[in-house]
Each structure stands twice: as structure tokens, then as C-alpha cells.
């Protein structure tokens, strides 16, 4: 197909208006390599990268740690009908077995056939059970262990390498130990975690390069104690998540974030649980009972219980009522995501040679027109 009239993402992180084309399931770079010349007119459309998020736990009822293959198919299907056309989501923390059927059904669906019309399964984020208890959030504490290089490996194994990131508390015992030996195979991320500044700094410089969803589930940033948040500013090489809710993180805050961090370090994440795409109501993460109202997720005690709004969302509501500009949120949600988890040769630009994976999105308030995946018209 050939897409013509939009204002189109470049790899150079700006808007120009050219012309999109696609043969087979990948961009080429000129009409000469395309067999079929059906037109897609996307007059008034900014063309975007298909979104990749690397942190979510479920949608439409479904939960990655339900560990079935119709759990990820429903949401691989929701995901990509939304324009996130890469997924990487995430486990909770959970009992040995129950983390090891999850690895392992990941790794069948991965080598299954792949279905029309569902976003790739690129990888999995282990966001717990190394976590710190003081700052475990909706993670289950009746689960928490200290990080454990073998089981580690044991259900990387089981997955087929597809873990991508890893959440480490780096004060709880055997955290740094961990990062030394592991970090040149997965993403290391601080999460979860009460650290202070130097042992943060001191995480870093041994090999984490990661910050899951900043400002939640750490000590906040203070002119006294920096915390995390301090350390992974002063860290050039360290990314770090936000999750642009209207929830997580006011508005003013997520531009101040901007500001410190550029959009070069940013990755805009959901962490999105079951409820996402469905009425507000009662429903669960990580085994836990939640409640969500609206936008708002919670568990009982009223901490907030991941998010209830997917990534094209999230990068609407960064654009739309942060300020951040589109160019910016773009760069965040889809080019740095896919750089993150190494998948960035395939996925996270409209590029001859990559994935055509493509989303319309009208330009006046980026409302969806449509989602082209792999070739594809959804």
C-alpha cells in the first residue's frame, strides 16, 4: 500500500509530509518495491510509529499473570485495535510457580502462530518479587524474596529469554550482587524501592539503567534527600518511566520531569490493569481486590493499583492537558520504548526496512483514523 497526504514522524523526531510505503509486512523506500498501489488517503493525519509500551499488566478483564494463552491473545488484540502495536508487559509479585507458568506460557504464545490484528509479544518485564516491603505499592508482600540470581534464571529460562527488564530494590540484601552479574543480559530498573541517593548512585554505576514508573513507590525527591530520583538524574545513561494517566503524576510535575530529563530518557509506560478498555468496577492485580472509578484504580486501603488507561491514552493526555509537545510524547512512547527493550532494528520508526506498523491519528486532537500493523489494515 502507499500512504499519502499525512504529516509523518521521521526518525529525526519531526512532522514532514512525504508519502508512506509499505510491501509485505515492511516499509520500503519508494512506490518502485510495491506491488500493490492501493492508496490510503490520510489527509489532515499526523502518521506515528506504532506504540510500544514496556510496562502494562492487563486489559479487557484479562491479566498477564493469569498465565493462559487466551489472557495474552485478548490483550495483544486490545492493544494493537488502541495503535500500541509492541507489547512487553509485565508480571506481578507472585509465588515461584506461579511466575514460572506465566515464563512459560509467554514463551508458547511467542512461538504459536501469530494471529491478525494483535500487537507482538516482544518480551516480558519482571516487576517483582525483588522489590523492597516498605515500598511494595499493589505489589503482594506475601510474596517479596530477596533478588535470586538462580530463580532468576530459572524462569528466564522457562521463557525463552524474553525477560527484558527486571525490578530490583537495590538496598534489600543481594540487590547489588545481583546488578553486577546480571546486567549485561536484562535491563535492570530500580523500582519498589526506599534507596537513598548514594545507594542508588552506587546501583547505577554497577549496572542498572532503569527507573520503573518514577515519583511512585520510591521517597519522594527533596533538597535534602534527592532519593532515586536525584540519582537517575544525575546518571546520564539512565531512562526512566512515567505514566501520563492524569492520575500517577500532576501535570506540572510531568513537565518539570521533561525539563530534567529530556525526551531522550523518557519512557512514557501505562501500567495498565484488567479493567482497561471496560465499564469502572471491582476487579483484581496480583491476586488483590480493586476497585476502579473512572481512571482511578485502587486497592482497598486506597493505594493506587496500577492504571486503568492504555499508552496511545497516556501520550494523548501528555499532549493534550500536560503540554508536553506531540514530537516529544511520540519520541516517549514509541521510539525510546522499543530502544529500551534492544527491539528498535524492527520496531519504533517508520523506516524502510522495519515493521510496518503505522498509526493515523487526525490533527486536531490526535483522535485514532487507523492502525496499519505489520503490513496490514486493522
Avoid: W
Avoid at 512525504?18 to 493525519?45: H, L, N, P, R
Avoid at 498477564?64 to 509479585?93: H, K, N, Q, R, W
Avoid at 507458568?101 to 491478525?116: F, L, M, S, V
Avoid at 523500582?191 to 549496572?207: E, I, L, P, W
Amino acid at each position: 500500500m502507499i500512504i499519502k497526504n499525512a504529516s509523518v514522524y521521521t526518525e529525526e523526531g519531526r512532522f514532514l509530509p512525504q508519502d508512506i510505503f509499505v510491501e509485505g509486512d515492511c516499509f520500503v523506500d519508494c512506490a518502485d518495491k510495491v506491488s500493490d498501489k492501493t492508496e490510503i488517503d490520510a489527509s489532515g493525519c499526523m502518521a506515528i510509529p506504532g506504540l510500544t509500551d514496556i510496562h502494562f499488566h492487563g486489559c479487557m478483564g484479562h491479566d498477564f499473570c493469569d498465565g493462559t494463552l487466551d489472557a495474552i491473545d485478548t490483550m495483544a488484540a486490545y492493544e494493537a485495535s488502541v495503535g500500541v502495536t509492541t507489547i512487553v508487559p509485565a508480571t506481578m509479585t507472585l509465588d515461584e510457580d506461579t511466575l514460572y507458568t506465566i515464563c512459560k506460557t509467554a514463551k508458547e504464545y511467542r512461538e504459536g502462530e501469530q494471529k491478525e490484528k494483535r500487537a507482538r509479544l516482544c518480551g516480558i518485564n519482571m516487576e517483582g518479587p525483588f522489590v523492597a516491603p516498605s515500598k511494595k505499592g499493589a505489589q503482594n508482600g506475601a510474596y517479596i524474596r530477596t533478588p535470586d540470581i538462580a530463580m532468576y534464571d530459572k524462569l528466564n529460562d522457562a521463557s525463552g529469554n524474553m525477560v527484558k527488564l527486571i525490578a530490583i530494590a537495590p538496598e534489600v540484601d543481594g540487590a547489588m550482587e545481583f546488578i553486577e552479574k546480571k546486567h549485561g543480559e536484562v535491563v535492570i530498573s530500580l523500582a519498589h524501592t526506599a534507596t537513598d541517593y548514594n545507594t542508588a548512585v552506587c546501583a547505577f554505576k554497577k549496572g542498572a539503567s532503569h527507573v520503573t514508573h518514577l515519583y511512585n513507590a520510591m521517597n519522594p525527591y527533596t533538597h535534602r534527600a534527592p532519593g532515586l530520583v536525584g540519582a537517575a538524574v544525575d546518571m546520564p545513561e539512565t531512562e526512566v518511566e512515567l505514566i501520563c494517566d492524569g492520575v500517577h503524576i500532576h501535570p506540572a510535575a510531568v513537565r518539570t520531569t521533561f525539563k530534567m530529563f529530556g525526551d531522550d530518557r523518557i519512557i512514557l509506560i501505562s501500567d495498565s490493569m484488567m479493567a482497561t478498555g471496560l465499564e469502572d468496577g471491582d476487579y483484581s492485580l496480583g491476586g488483590q481486590a480493586v476497585k476502579v472509578v473512572g481512571n482511578l484504580a485502587t486497592l482497598a486501603d486506597g493505594t493506587i493499583a496500577g492504571s486503568a488507561t492504555n499508552l496511545m491514552d497516556c501520550m494523548r493526555t501528555a499532549v493534550l492537558k500536560m503540554g508536553i509537545p506531540l514530537e516529544s510524547a511520540v519520541k516517549c512512547a514509541a521510539v525510546n520504548p522499543a530502544k529500551s527493550v534492544g527491539i528498535y532494528d524492527k520496531y519504533g520508526s517508520i523506516t524502510p526496512g522495519k515493521k510496518a506498523n503505522v498509526v493515523l491519528l487526525k490533527k486536531e486532537d490526535l483522535a485514532l483514523q487507523q492502525v496499519i500493523l505489520e503490513g496490514n489494515l486493522l
